[in-house]
């Protein structure tokens, strides 16, 4: 499957995935933390060497693992990748395409207000 493909998938079905309440709060903060992450890490091991780096590492994996706890109170789970390299290309779409667009559509705000 194509990148744009797998954005396509998972932009069809993105707001039925993204309706618990808790879930929304968590990932309205913890999708910047991972940008804040990754471009922390690119920086760091542009600049300043690998081990720096590992703090934006760091920061990215805390933010996955948020989502990953705000993803199991839905009803709708995430599609299962079976391959690394698969979950690496869902898990940037989702981080810098699809929940951005999410926000920007006005669909994060609309689940929010119906959710309980």
């Not at 940008?35 to 994996?61: H, N, P, Q, R």
Request: hydrophobic share 55%; proline share 3%; net charge negative.
């Amino acid at each position: 499957m194509s990148f744009e493909s797998l954005l396509h998938a998972q932009w069809s079905d993105y707001a039925e995935h993204h309706r618990d309440r808790v879930n929304l709060m968590i990932h309205i903060v913890a999708v910047p933390l991972f940008w804040i992450g990754a471009l922390g890490a690119i920086g760091d091991l542009l600049f300043s060497g690998v081990l720096y780096a590992l703090s934006g590492i760091l920061w990215m994996a805390l933010a996955l693992f948020a989502q990953g706890i705000g993803h199991d109170r839905e009803a709708l789970q995430p599609v299962a990748q079976d391959n690394a390299w698969k979950l690496v290309q869902a898990i940037a779409a989702e981080q810098f395409i699809n929940f951005p667009r999410f926000v920007f559509s006005g669909q994060w705000w609309k689940n929010l207000q119906a959710s309980t």
